[in-house]
């Protein structure tokens, strides 16, 4: 087990497989130095535990906690092209989409469930620049999808 996954642990998390995609594209490709994941949806075991839009019927504090599950999925995405989650070097980018109420513009809140979660995996290496959008819907009715940029060793 890496060490990258061992502080998961501890943290009291687990990397799942690689979630399959639901459409025509690879879950993440490497790039040189850079791994960029596709959008992330925050399926575990295949399914979403909420679904539709923040601030109508799916709270920040729950849409926070799915966009963690979106790093995770994230993470096992970038395992799946590295074969191990050390050779992550630097999260370098987070774009992160929230379903959103017209009314609810609290995205970047929802969006540190993705960021502090990375920063307590990675440390100093965890901290990226980021983007918080919100959109009118998401694919499977998702609340969030997350996407990433890391940069990796050879």
């Known amino acids: 087990m890496s060490v990258i996954e061992q502080r ?9 497989e690689v979630a399959a995609p639901v ?4 879950a993440a490709q ?4 850079f791994v960029y ?6 399926l575990v075991e295949g399914a979403l535990p909420y679904a539709g839009k923040v601030g109508a019927g799916v709270t920040p504090e729950e849409a926070a906690e799915l966009a963690r599950v979106c790093a995770l999925n994230g993470l096992a995405a970038a395992r799946g092209v590295l074969g191990s989650l050390d050779k992550i070097k630097q999260v370098v980018k987070v774009t992160a989409f929230v379903a959103s109420d017209p009314s609810f513009t609290g995205q970047p809140a929802v969006a540190n469930g993705a960021s502090v979660f990375l920063g307590q ?8 620049v980021r983007s918080a959008v919100g959109v ?13 940029v890391f940069e990796v060793t050879e």
């Not at 459409?23 to 690879?26: E, M, P, S, V």
């Not at 490497?30 to 130095?33: D, L």
């Open 8 to 16: 998961i642990e501890e943290l009291g998390f687990t990397v799942p």
């Open 23 to 26: 459409a025509a594209y690879a």
């Open 30 to 33: 490497r790039n040189g130095n």
């Open 37 to 42: 994941t596709s959008g992330q949806l925050p």
């Open 121 to 128: 995996v990675f440390g100093d290496a965890g901290i990226h």
């Open 136 to 148: 009118a819907a998401l694919p499977l009715d998702a609340p969030v999808e997350v996407e990433f």
